[in-house]
């Protein structure tokens, strides 16, 4: 039998996305580390959870993947969305976690969406040309044609109880008071080209909050979507991340 391997990438999509996001960057960090990247609840080609699209609840659904996967030593890496998520899983401080990377997260405080902006996210549900407004928006580097379709699917494949239960409560959730107890190694990387949240925004909402010496990655010249757009740099940082855990 095999030997485990000593560390697993877990990837946790932006909201409207999936975890098709992560696939470039899975095939860099081959055959080193195993990345693993599930679509959650209400977005990609997962279901309705059944009961609520609270922060918690995504978790426990998290928590019910790494248990049936038997993984064991991981990192996770939160993307937009997923990076919240990534966080309140790590204040449960579970078994295994080594580290936690957030890529363009979503902040533990409430996300800085005006009301107008919620609501014309709201109404943008469902439509192809909202969503190849939103392409880009959250986007600054060229794209293949492949990698700008899939974009495109995944927004319109979302659920939309998903869809708006994000941008009406789980966005708007604060788990502040919940960082104290993320132990783990933490590192943001985002792009200085991000439309969605700037550098500053992580700057002042999330990276107080964190570990001490947590470093705050920029990458030039890219927006929201690093994964798509600077996976070569990502790939980079995350090496080197793990590399000092």
Same mark, same amino acid.
């Given at each position: 039998?095999?030997?485990?391997?000593?560390?697993?990438?877990?990837?946790?999509?932006?909201?409207?996305?999936?975890?098709?996001?992560?696939?470039?960057?899975?095939?860099?960090?081959?055959?080193?580390?195993?990345?693993?990247?599930?679509?959650?609840?209400?977005?990609?080609?997962?279901?309705?959870?059944?009961?609520?699209?609270?922060?918690?609840?995504?978790?426990?659904?998290?928590?019910?993947?790494?248990?049936?996967?038997?993984?064991?030593?991981?990192?996770?890496?939160?993307?937009?969305?997923?990076?919240?998520?990534?966080?309140?899983?790590?204040?449960?401080?579970?078994?295994?976690?080594?580290?936690?990377?957030?890529?363009? +997260?979503?902040? #533990?405080?409430?996300? @800085? !969406?005006?009301?107008?902006?919620?609501?014309?996210?709201?109404?943008? =549900?469902?439509? $192809?040309?909202?969503?190849?407004?939103?392409?880009?928006?959250?986007?600054?580097?060229?794209?293949?044609?492949?990698?700008?379709?899939?974009?495109?699917?995944?927004?319109?494949?979302?659920?939309?109880?998903?869809?708006?239960?994000?941008?009406?409560?789980?966005?708007?959730?604060?788990?502040?008071?919940?960082?104290?107890?993320?132990?783990?190694?933490?590192?943001?990387?985002?792009?200085?080209?991000?439309?969605?949240?700037?550098?500053?925004?992580?700057?002042?909402?999330?990276? +107080?909050?964190? #570990?001490?010496?947590? @470093? !705050?990655?920029?990458?030039?010249?890219?927006?929201?979507?690093?994964? =798509?757009?600077? $996976?070569?740099?990502?790939?980079?940082?995350?090496?080197?991340?793990?590399?000092?855990?």
């Amino acid at each position: 039998m095999p030997a485990a391997p000593a560390l697993t990438f877990i990837g946790l999509h932006y909201w409207a996305g999936s975890g098709r996001e992560f696939q470039q960057l899975a095939q860099l960090l081959a055959p080193d580390y195993p990345f693993l990247a599930p679509d959650l609840p209400g977005f990609g080609a997962a279901t309705e959870p059944g009961s609520s699209y609270s922060v918690a609840s995504y978790v426990k659904a998290l928590e019910s993947y790494i248990a049936e996967n038997g993984v064991g030593r991981y990192v996770l890496v939160g993307h937009g969305m997923g990076g919240k998520i990534a966080l309140a899983l790590a204040a449960r401080q579970p078994a295994g976690l080594a580290g936690v990377a957030l890529l363009s +997260p979503s902040p #533990p405080g409430p996300e @800085p !969406l005006t009301d107008e902006d919620r609501m014309t996210s709201m109404r943008a =549900y469902g439509k $192809p040309d909202e969503a190849e407004k939103t392409f880009r928006k959250i986007t600054a580097r060229s794209l293949s044609a492949t990698s700008h379709q899939q974009i495109l699917e995944d927004n319109l494949r979302s659920t939309h109880l998903a869809w708006d239960a994000w941008l009406l409560h789980g966005s708007r959730e604060d788990l502040s008071a919940q960082m104290c107890h993320v132990q783990v190694p933490c590192t943001i990387l985002v792009g200085d080209q991000d439309d969605v949240m700037s550098p500053s925004v992580h700057g002042l909402e999330t990276l +107080p909050l964190l #570990p001490s010496g947590t @470093p !705050l990655e920029i990458i030039g010249g890219a927006g929201h979507l690093l994964p =798509y757009e600077a $996976p070569e740099e990502v790939n980079r940082l995350l090496r080197d991340f793990v590399q000092g855990l």
